[in-house]
């Protein structure tokens, strides 16, 4: 709910209240920004919750770097890895498969990347992929299509919140739905 006029909004989850700071990322729309980001209670009571929604998978992605504390608590829980598609190719990185992505809170193109190491775990495995919030859905798209040409056959497409039209699409499990403004 918005409150304060309109310049947070009031989010109740997991037995938990935030107050996000309303912004806006165009002339047009406004969101709610929420950044899980050092907040460790928050994606400690979350991710039980997620988990519950979620299908069996047998390895779990998300794209670096906000999903990270998201995707490391439900891999403890689970008892196993996770793989962080990373916004850069390192030096590192042998073979690495790459995808474009647009996302909303992102000004321009950018790309994700698995190491060779990454996709070995991936190949012939059930994923799940994990972040924050899916808005527009770019973002977790541009993640199911880098495991498709690793290999992998995509299960889940999870987030604590859908954020506007989101909240509509079949394939996504949320916690919660998050307004435009």
Not at 39 to 54: F, G, S
Not at 70 to 93: H, P, T
Not at 143 to 170: Q, S, T, Y
Request: glycine letters at 4%; charged letters at 25%; a neutral charge.
């Amino acid at each position: 709910m918005p409150d304060h006029k309109e310049k947070t909004y009031t989010l109740e989850i997991a037995g938990l209240t935030r107050h996000l700071p309303i912004i806006p990322v165009n002339d047009e729309t406004k969101i709610a920004s929420f950044v899980i980001l050092g907040d460790t209670e928050l994606v400690c009571r979350v991710a039980p919750e997620l988990i519950k929604k979620m299908p069996h998978f047998d390895v779990l992605v998300t794209a670096e770097a906000k999903g990270i504390p998201l995707a490391f608590e439900i891999s403890r829980l689970l008892g196993m890895n996770y793989i962080v598609a990373r916004k850069s190719i390192k030096s590192y990185m042998e073979n690495p498969v790459i995808e474009e992505v647009n996302s909303i809170t992102t000004q321009k193109t950018q790309i994700l990347s698995l190491n060779g190491d990454d996709i070995k775990q991936i190949k012939n495995r059930r994923v799940a992929i994990v972040d924050d919030v899916i808005s527009t859905g770019e973002s977790v798209q541009a993640v199911a299509r880098l495991i498709e040409k690793a290999g992998g056959n995509v299960v889940a497409k999870a987030a604590i919140l859908a954020e506007g039209d989101a909240a509509l699409n079949p394939d996504i499990i949320y916690l919660k739905k998050l307004p435009v403004f």
